[in-house]
Nanobody, 124 residues
């Protein structure tokens, strides 16, 4: 059984930083695609960043230069580093994993597993 557990969310002032973590069990991130999405109240879930397996390394993409995704294979954990946070970044952030590991997955329907989410609130 695959489980993804996010952590690291919380309340932060505008301009601050947070690092979200996503720990996996039942799945090895080094051989899977992973991504972060977010959903603000009244809005659709949107893609934030994704990472794919790429031989000995990893390719990643982020829709925002303030955010970056990374992976620690030894800890089987994916991270989302968020810098210079703004109030509009307030949302529930979700980690996702997909068995299709050879490309970065941008659509939520492409992912097979989801965490329960972690709340990020940015105050002005």
């Amino acid at each position: 059984q695959v489980q993804l557990v996010e952590s690291g969310g919380g309340l932060v002032q505008a301009g601050g930083s947070l690092r979200l973590s996503c720990a996996a069990s039942g799945l090895t991130f080094s051989t899977a695609a992973a991504g972060w999405f977010r959903q603000a109240p009244g809005k659709e879930r949107e893609f934030v960043a994704g990472i794919r397996w790429s031989g000995g390394g990893a390719d990643s993409v982020s829709v925002n230069v303030r955010f970056s995704i990374s992976r620690d294979n030894a800890r089987n954990t994916v991270y989302l580093q968020m810098n210079s946070l703004k109030p509009e970044d307030t949302a529930v952030y979700y980690c996702a994993a997909g068995r299709e590991r050879f490309r970065i997955l941008r659509g939520s329907h492409e992912y097979d597993y989801w965490g329960r989410g972690t709340q990020v609130t940015v105050s002005s």
